[in-house]
């Protein structure tokens, strides 16, 4: 069997000890031997201690596995299999400023969903973009697989930007399994939905229960408060019953952020106010005290205050596909693609988060049809915001960056579209060499 | 030459006067020889007072034209061939409540956009269906223009589910035309421009002047706040000159609704609590001074005041309509008429406002292709939140109502959505016979 | 585990036999506890003929199925879970004749493609039609498996007509695979590829063999004249190899049908000249040698003979999709199922035939995208022909027929056209009930 | 008002006087002051023959226009407003064995359908391309108004690869229009009627005289046989009386080609037996008379025999759209022009011929929505053929080429599209630079 080089960009990130353990659990049918962790000048403490880290996991199992660590993109691309991206430009210090400046004019401030999604991806797409061409010189036929947020927008910008072969991934969807599965009892792996939408903003249907038709019986459910999904770092607002019965289709809870936007404004500010902080400063504190387990080492595996980051489901989800892509399994997992006609409703070259059939060629949209009148316009408002972000990243348009803002459905006023805008590109002025500032 | 029987419903209006006026201008390409007003029992007396002024004005005019009035739709019906309406469901008080009650959830309170269109087209959609019913007895072959706000909603409810032949009117795109001919000192017919969106939310762009392509020309001047379109009701708020640029398209101002969404609610607040009465109750006044003008027996044309009302245009849009189509002439219009792919950014059967062919056989919009990725996504929801409300029109299913307003792009969480309509039904519960209340 | 019901309507066929070794050979996975033979009175003697070999072949294996015949449709449908169909309304006879009308006027005559595959259809579908108004009577969440020709036309009008759920099962894109594998020496299991078009017109790229990409090996192997797909029953006739290495796309067989329309015409009338007898009467000569093996009473198993009849897959494919249905597989097959945007160059319900993701929901094609320009307006019209050929055989009106026709790539002219109609519907008087003749 | 500068490519054609006779009549809304005819050093003598005419014209009429004759394209086209092509590369004994080539396999051989409209194309659209690039150095914003065969082909190539404005007449629609008026006994400009498809394949429908829809009656006159187009150039056959009632549409003759290939194709070899000579052949001996009476110093205006030719419409055409473009009319005509998702059955990019609306910004074409299942595959079929068509022009790619000749519904077996192909290619080696040949 033909020996796997994997390659994970931002390899200091605290969640790298969770795809340490995914590979090195299904070691098997995924015999990676060379793996290679990367990080910038800036980021080689982290990189250091999370690859100490990985390098006591992998030795503990007593696998074949080599963990390198390193700064030079060449060294560490060079005939690579599969590269992964983890990086987040500017560290939690730029997602904090996302966060809290949209604040200042009552508008969520959010990592992903909002103003928030639209600053990381300027910061994030040139990166991934240099990322790319690299790649071309040194690994023309490796796959990379994008968990860098926001996956959906920055996957976008790499379809239409980039021959290299990706696709982007989440762990929404996978939670939302599991969280069918706990509201039935059974295994995850028990549990299949149809699932359709953008990154962060999908719906499922036709979910299945071993191999039994529960749409209308888990939605129901859902109602009734019961199974609901609850990403960890989402605060615990619902959604009326009977929006929910009217609606007929199971949203990720990030659908909060849109479905109860003056009330989540209105917790993050009370938030502010508490002093408890954004969520960018709760996780500031969160990785310290994770990269003060990593440090001892007597450590071996990962720890299990990890999973506190809402990103205990990435591992499964990340290994599985690149699994699916190795072995040429065709297994159907819900992935960031192309669009490619699945729905008529969206461009065709718009990346879309629906189920996917995975093999050596990547992946391959089931066709969806129509999209359901009750999400339609959300869906495709959000596309156009994205199809604007990624115009604006590439081009450093201004004015297209303004488009993009006063596009997205919950910015209020395209006044204050123009003082975020103006404030952000202020606030980020070292990471964003493709505007003229 | 055949002669041409019109019909009016909702001939109590203060409008009226506007359309015979147009009328009687044209008499000689239309020859309108009997002209019925029709009103319901509770109207009997505005239309009394408006039909013995047009009776007077017919007279003055000295042409063939009888103006009959009556509140029995059969007489009027038979053997039509135009019935224009202008109905006003609940008259202005339920404007009003139109108007207030999303206001004390911090949501716009207007006739057509935000929540206002979808209670207005719940009480008239069922009214007008039962209009074609009885035209489909009477006058199947007539054609039904439809000035009925929310027109481009109307008008879809009529396409989806009467066989009657009906096209949607507004005054919206005429208006911006007078605009730019205005800004450039020329006259309304030495300016053309392709006009694409929904009623009330409608882009300009290959804004000619007679015959060269000033589009860039007239987006600057837009930029310096000159030529700027002021429908009379709207309050004077201005989008900053850079979206402007960034747009290069010329909005209808009502999309100051959508794209200055927050200060257009403070703006509404301000004037509830300064006592300025809505826009509804301004009306109310306005309409009291109008009909005791008309009183006076001396009167024998439209009064100047007239024009005050914002509608000063309709008359002429409806009636060279009415012309192209009665004479074939295959003239270019803005009109309310189903989408047939001029755009594949949506559905065929979606009614969309956009430059049409008239001739004998009604509109022909022409073929638009992509929107504009910078309304795009605008459009686009707002048309699911016009679907959904149709939807809802027809059936009275709460759980779609819910859904319409939810999906409006100025409702700012479910919950209100839900809220307002718990508010709305409740209030306007003598007019909604298709729901179970 | 829940037993199994399963019903084959057309259960007298030769190709029974295949089915029963299938069901026989998977019944660990696919436990059918009772299949149902069903056959008209007309072919009573051929259903117990088959239907006690069937008995033979169960009681062998040593499996608890039981085999039972009937022409009772009311009893076999009670309670089923899966009904197959491999009718033949007028057999063989009617065959025949589809064959030899067409070639009067020098018009390809098959069973499937060309004016033969309009015949057939209207004489199938209505008898089909009846079959689901049975199913929704007595087994109305059972699936229909249909294996009848023309599958593609069969399965549309089914999806378009009937609320029971179906899916139309073609051997063409297996065999397809079967020869990739034979020309690589590796298992039919080892070879996967990207199939789209219509029944028995379809094209397949992206082919990988052991999870690796060998498309244009493949394509240069078929212009070289190795490993050229032949269904048993297509006389040998090659493409040009630079046409092969132009298209870039593997042709199934059928294909010669439409690019060496002259050739095989030319053929045929030869075939015809020298007594060799059409495709049908050759199929008439082996069904009877079959069912002289069949009737031996030491017989247990599927004679080796039977594979002579170009079906030898059919059984496998059956099988196996039923077995992904039962078991909520997710499997990827090539099926006939609706389009719903799999490829935007195809009407949203036209049936195409193309992979197939196969849960217990059905079948859930990959989106597709465009159409190669090369293969498009075959397609197309094709599917055309098809639309009109569904259209006829519901409503029995003879212009939409003459339409089919004249719409049809290998009808040289609308006269001709004319001609094989009024010779075909003359023919063809007893099976046509929604005709008025 | 501004003073025109018209140019006109190949003016040396036969058909120029009919042009110079129309920019003559309608010198007062379309007032060309300098008229340039242009033509190759090879065509100068009849160049001269036709300009000497052409100033004679003028000078009988009396106008302001000076007539100019040249070969040298840039001092034609400095400063042109509009540009005319009527080219015949290789000129009528290249069209002749267009027309002979085919007919060897037994494939229609004729100027615009089928193979001979391939052929024709790769030797026009090169030098077409070559004009655009010298309009973009000497009036980069004339208009480019397109005359050459295939009409449709040609001007797709234009669209898609220059950014020269062009659109593409023929005034194959204007002929059915005459043809209906003179079934009813009106003038051409009492006749309207919606057209979709491509250039040499339309159909007609909602067919008004004077303002009454008379479509279902005019097609039952047609199958009567009254009032059917004849082109001039088609030989007379008729289509069954029952398929134009079922098509409920009116075809343009030329669909004759398709719908009687094979009659077509007979009558066409009968005439070659018969020594009549192709349609070519015929051309050249009345361009020969008709040369001869121009060269006649006392004619003074276009002779009556020129109509004989088939194309007295064309100047009509040409010379009203021509003045809408200038007058910004926004008349309706029909032209050829991108799709624009006009109908979503086709490219939004390919050319298709229907009613457009033209101004000063160029043709809008109407929105028709789906094409009628009757027709929609052939025309997509041949819509394929000319997308390939197209590019094998501009990449001169043999593979495409042949892709292209087997993709035509009237092409009866790739082995004759290759010998086709391989004839054509030998035969017009002179006229191909893009091809390795």
């Not at 316009?377 to 604006?392: D, M, N, R, W, Y």
């Not at 450093?396 to 910015?411: C, F, R, S």
Request: with cysteine; aromatic share 6%; glycine share 8%.
């Amino acid at each position: 069997m033909k020996k796997l080089k994997v390659v994970t960009l931002g390899g200091g990130s605290g969640y790298t000890p969770e795809l340490i353990d995914g590979f090195i659990r299904r070691h098997k049918e995924l015999p990676v031997s060379e793996y290679w962790l990367v990080d910038i000048e800036a980021g080689k403490e982290k990189l250091e201690i999370v690859g100490a880290l990985a390098q006591r996991m992998v030795k503990k199992a007593g696998i074949a596995m080599t963990v390198h660590l390193t700064t030079r993109l060449d060294e560490a691309l060079a005939g690579a299999d599969f590269v992964t991206t983890q990086i987040r430009v500017g560290q939690l210090a730029a997602r904090i400023q996302d966060e809290k400046i949209p604040l200042r004019y009552g508008v969520l401030g959010q990592e992903t969903t909002g103003p928030g999604g639209f600053m990381k991806a300027q910061r994030t797409i040139p990166v991934l973009l240099d990322l790319c061409q690299e790649m071309e010189k040194y690994c023309p036929d490796a796959w990379l697989i994008n968990f860098t947020n926001p996956a959906g927008i920055v996957t976008e910008a790499l379809a239409k930007h980039s021959p290299i072969r990706s696709l982007g991934i989440c762990s929404g969807a996978n939670s939302m399994m599991r969280d069918i599965a706990g509201a039935y009892g059974v295994e995850r792996e028990d549990v299949y939905a149809r699932v359709m939408g953008l990154n962060h903003l999908i719906f499922a249907d036709q979910i299945t229960v071993k191999g039994k038709e529960l749409t209308d019986d888990f939605i129901e459910k859902l109602a009734q408060g019961v199974g609901a999904n609850q990403l960890n770092n989402i605060p615990d607002v619902g959604l009326p019953p009977d929006f929910i019965r009217a609606l007929k289709l199971y949203p990720l809870s990030y659908l909060k952020y849109f479905y109860l936007d003056r009330e989540m404004v209105e917790h993050e500010r009370e938030d502010l106010e508490r002093g408890v902080g954004t969520r960018g400063e709760q996780s500031l504190a969160i990785e310290k005290s994770l990269f003060d387990l990593y440090r001892d080492p007597t450590l071996c595996e990962k720890p299990a205050a990890l999973s506190a980051r809402g990103g205990a489901l990435y591992s499964d989800t990340a290994c599985s596909i690149i699994s699916s892509i190795y072995n040429n399994k065709r297994e159907i997992h819900v992935v960031n693609t192309p669009n490619q006609g699945s729905t008529p409703d969206l461009p065709d070259d718009a990346v879309i988060e629906t189920n996917s059939m995975i093999d050596c060629n990547g992946a391959h949209p089931l066709a969806y049809g129509r999209l359901p009148v009750a999400v339609k316009g959300l869906i495709q408002s959000v596309k156009s915001f994205e199809e604007l972000t990624v115009e604006a990243a590439i081009t450093g348009n201004q004015h297209t960056a303004l488009l993009a803002l006063a596009a997205h459905p919950l910015v209020p006023s395209v006044e204050i579209a123009e003082k975020i805008l103006r404030d952000y590109l202020a606030a980020n002025r070292d990471f964003l060499p493709q505007y003229t500032l």
